[in-house]
């Protein structure tokens, strides 16, 4: 139990969402392909109101979600969590249009979502988006239209009171790419703006132009590779307002980047369970190992750790519910130490159990796998490091 004053009904809300990731969620994932889209899977979560929760409840909910779904089946939590990130976009920025069209489907299930964010060349530093927004000189209406004469999307584009642009260039390490039902898209609408100069939009995966490839990578959930070739798309769209995409981004990331600290949490904890269940029975050296001084040392640091990145988490969203204005930074700080936390608990895991834990299908050794990214996605643990310095020097000049 965490120290953390959590009310009675969400205590009982996390324990019945880990028994549900136990009972519902797990045999849907055991079933699945790894690198590919779950939709049964996703079904289930849609089933069980969790999908519809991202829309509804505040950043703490979503902590505590992605925390006990990631302790029983981390496939069920990076699915929960890859449709929220994919969509909160057209929730927060959408028009009413795009929410009715597009929401519906990823609240039960059956659409799933994507943000395309990152290049080949542009991670980390999100303002070096290379993908083109060009303005639109012809070619084809895109979704549902078929092939029309040169210009004719133009001139029925500005007849209709829409400005078109054509999409592109490459988009790579895109969960859920290629098999989503619609992107998250970033592109750059103002060269030479950096990241005043980035739109984004909002594409069905069916718009032409279009393609993509699966990457094989070492976390077992669908990563792949997008390519644009002259996608067509107008102001219909948009998400927010050309030249703001980047408020978009930054504004899905700070309220996700907490909630990736909480998968993190969830994974150092289900290791933790393990090893103190481990080393309580396993005999070594004439007695249990947790009877030698080195093993339940080990054992405290990986509990204090792991406790400590659960509160900053909790933290930083309540921060975030509260429309705390230093958001940011506590975003990044939760980020930061729980996924370098859950590095260490996990890898110190691995070496308590010894050659069992690396055995395929052991859960230390799934663990293993799927603790390395989030220190790299949403931002690595060195941009977070900027940000958050980046952040407290802002505080200093302003005082």
């Known amino acids: 139990m965490s120290a953390f004053s959590l009310d009675p009904a969400r ?5 019945e969402l880990r028994a549900a990731a136990e009972e519902r969620l797990r045999p849907l994932a055991e079933k699945g392909e790894p690198g590919r889209v779950n939709r049964a899977l996703v079904s289930e979560l849609g089933r069980l109101g969790l999908l519809e929760r991202l829309f509804t409840s505040g950043a703490l909910d979503l902590c505590l979600m ?3 779904l990631a302790y029983a089946c981390t496939e069920a939590e990076t699915a929960l969590a890859l449709q929220g990130l994919g969509a909160y976009p057209v929730h927060a920025y959408g028009t009413g249009a795009q929410r009715d069209r597009w929401l519906p489907g990823v609240r039960d299930g059956s ?3 994507a943000f395309a964010l990152t290049e080949p060349d542009a991670g980390s530093d999100a303002g070096a988006l290379a993908l083109r927004a060009e303005p639109d000189g012809g070619g084809t ?5 078929g092939p029309v004469r040169h210009g004719e999307s133009s001139v029925r584009a500005e007849r209709d009171g829409r400005r078109g642009w054509r999409l592109t260039g490459e988009k790579c390490w895109i969960s859920n790419a290629p098999e989503a039902d619609f992107y998250t898209v970033f592109a750059r609408t103002t060269p030479g703006a950096g990241s005043r100069g980035v739109t984004a939009f ?3 995966a069916d718009r032409t132009g279009l393609t993509g490839t699966a990457l094989d990578m070492l976390s077992p959930h669908p990563i792949g590779a997008l390519a644009f070739d002259a996608v067509p798309v107008t102001t219909d769209d948009l998400l927010g307002e050309p030249d703001r995409g980047f408020r978009v981004a930054m504004g899905t990331l700070n309220l996700f980047r907490p909630s990736v600290g909480a998968f993190a949490v969830g994974m150092a904890q289900a290791a933790l369970d393990a090893t103190l269940a481990h080393t309580t029975r396993r005999q070594a050296f004439g007695g249990a190992l947790k009877d030698l001084q080195t093993v339940s040392h080990q054992v405290a640091e990986m509990a204090l750790r792991t406790e400590a990145a659960r509160l900053m988490v909790y933290a930083a969203a309540t921060a975030y ?4 204005p230093d958001v940011p930074r506590r975003a990044a700080m939760a980020k930061l130490l729980a996924t370098e936390t859950a590095q260490y608990v996990v890898d110190t895991a691995v070496q308590l159990h010894g050659a069992r834990a690396l055995r395929r299908g052991h859960l230390l050794e799934h663990l293993y796998r799927e603790v390395r990214a989030p220190r790299i996605y949403e931002g690595a643990s060195e941009v977070q490091r900027g940000i958050i310095a980046k952040e407290l020097y802002a505080t200093v000049e302003a005082s």
């Open 202 to 204: 909002l594409v069905p």
């Open 66 to 68: 992605r925390e006990s």
């Open 111 to 113: 659409t799933v979502a």
């Open 141 to 145: 209406t895109g979704e549902g239209d």
């Open 11 to 15: 205590t009982a809300w996390r324990a």
């Open 321 to 324: 519910d509260a429309q705390a």
